[in-house]
Nanobody
């Protein structure tokens, strides 16, 4: 059983930055791929970025376009998402998720565990 807790969301102006963190509790964090998804009001949840359990594969959604960076720290059992050059359309609740021995899937159905989410609001 893995429990995930996101933090770091908030209100930021367009062009600003935030760093989201996902803290994991439970055994064998290193065995899990970690993904970040987001859901804006009235829209479906969408893939943002992921990092494989090996840390080698780091797929990103096309809309990221080099603005976001995902990382993991197995010693601290955290997975972070750095958000730069934020746009109002990035406003959403951001969720982290864990996929046992995953390679960094972009499909939410592949992830077994989910956090409660953290709100990111970007003002224009």
């Amino acid at each position: 059983q893995v429990q995930l807790t996101e933090s770091g969301g908030g209100l930021v102006q367009a062009g600003g930055s935030l760093r989201l963190s996902c803290a994991a509790s439970g055994p064998n964090f290193w065995r899990y791929a970690m993904g970040w998804f987001r859901q804006a009001p009235g829209k479906e949840r969408e893939f943002v970025a992921a990092i494989s359990w090996t840390g080698v594969h780091k797929p990103y959604a096309d809309f990221v376009k080099g603005r976001f960076t995902i990382s993991r720290d197995n010693a601290q059992t955290t997975a972070d998402l750095e958000l730069n050059s934020l746009k109002p359309e990035d406003t959403a609740v951001y969720y982290c998720a864990a996929d046992h021995y995953g390679m960094g899937s972009g499909l939410s159905a592949d992830y077994e565990y989910w956090g409660q989410g953290t709100q990111v609001t970007v003002s224009s």
